[in-house]
């Protein structure tokens, strides 16, 4: 490891998004301590009464955010009770942009490479002010098919396990998805991805987390990205690994295969930036072959046939 990168400290608040999971979230919060930042934004979800030895757990989660013992302000949102993944997640992000113009996202099952924080802290500078860009991530789903010689390329899509943005782009979202029926009647997504097998796949998507079928809250940050014709910034390197995959997880409860605990790698600065904001759409089109639309065993594949039968 790199000792810049392993003493390098967090310019950015964290916002910390955790439920019942001690093993993962000691984990996690472990990379974040080592980081170090300012500011510390830490929302939990309530236990589900009806699960045996949840309250505990909760509980436990909870007191590993006591172990702060560097310089942080923490602010903390916990729920009392049971909210979902799709309301206490979208009404945490809320509560963290009512705090912070931006931040960095880390859920308790994702395990962040050292180097993603000074990653996401240069991105959060260099697009601030750029309402092109509506998300850093810190996933890479590429599997090395599509090498590159700059530091991170510009997607449509938007992925979430490690992430920040900015109070300006969160402002676009909203859970009910109120403008779907007409984008959907006007043929929107034929014209975005002038692809009838690709456009009926998200018409089916938004359709199910429209009526509120899907438990969760990233679909409809997705969509609030794509009707703003924002992009997002994707690290040439996978940065984040996803260890929640299994017993105990919310939507990823299968073994995950490739997906499930991604390596990492670690970032190389200084960064080497794109010469100009165009979208890989070689890059798009690996990602949707690969992660949604045509593997039956890729974990949006299996979340979709879980919650819509």
């Keep these: 490891m790199n000792p810049e990168v392993r003493a390098y400290r ?28 300012h500011k510390l934004l830490v929302v939990a ?11 505990d757990r909760c509980a436990e989660v909870r007191r590993i955010i006591n172990g702060v013992d560097w310089d942080c302000e923490v ?30 996202f880390l859920e308790d099952d994702c395990l962040p490479d050292p180097s993603f924080f000074r990653y996401c802290d240069e991105m959060l500078k260099r697009f601030r002010n750029d309402d092109r860009i509506m998300a850093i991530s810190g996933d890479n789903f590429q599997f090395g098919s599509r090498p590159s010689n700059y530091s991170y390329y510009y997607s449509r899509y ?22 779907w029926p007409d984008v959907k009647k006007d043929g929107w997504l034929l014209d975005l991805f002038e692809n009838k097998r690709d456009a009926r796949y998200w018409e089916d998507v938004f359709e199910q987390a429209y009526h509120g079928k899907t438990g969760t809250w ?3 940050w997705l969509f609030a990205c794509w009707l703003q014709s924002g992009l997002s910034v994707i690290p040439s390197v996978n940065l984040v ?32 930036n794109p010469p100009a904001i165009i ?18 065993l890729s974990p949006m594949k299996r979340f979709v046939r879980q919650f819509f039968g």
């Design 279 to 296: 979208r890989d759409s070689i890059a798009d089109d690996n990602t949707n072959r690969l992660f949604f639309r045509t593997s039956r």
């Design 45 to 55: 979800d309530g236990p589900r009464r009806d699960r045996p030895g949840e309250t």
């Design 158 to 179: 938007v992925h979430i396990w490690g992430w920040a943005s900015w109070r300006r782009a969160w402002k676009f979202y909203d859970i009910r998805m109120a403008r």
């Design 241 to 272: 690994s996803n260890i929640g995959f299994g017993a105990g997880a919310t939507h990823t409860g299968s073994g995950g295969g490739k997906f499930a605990a991604m390596a990492t790698q670690t970032m190389t600065f200084p960064m080497a």
């Design 75 to 104: 602010l903390t949102n916990y729920a009392e009770e049971n909210m979902g993944c799709a309301h206490r997640v979208s009404s945490g992000i809320d509560w963290v942009f009512e705090n912070v113009d931006e931040s960095i």
């Design 218 to 220: 990233d679909y409809q």
């Design 10 to 37: 967090c310019h950015s608040p964290i916002a910390f998004l955790v439920f019942n999971r001690p093993e993962t979230t000691q984990k996690v919060f472990a990379e974040i301590a080592k980081a170090r930042p």
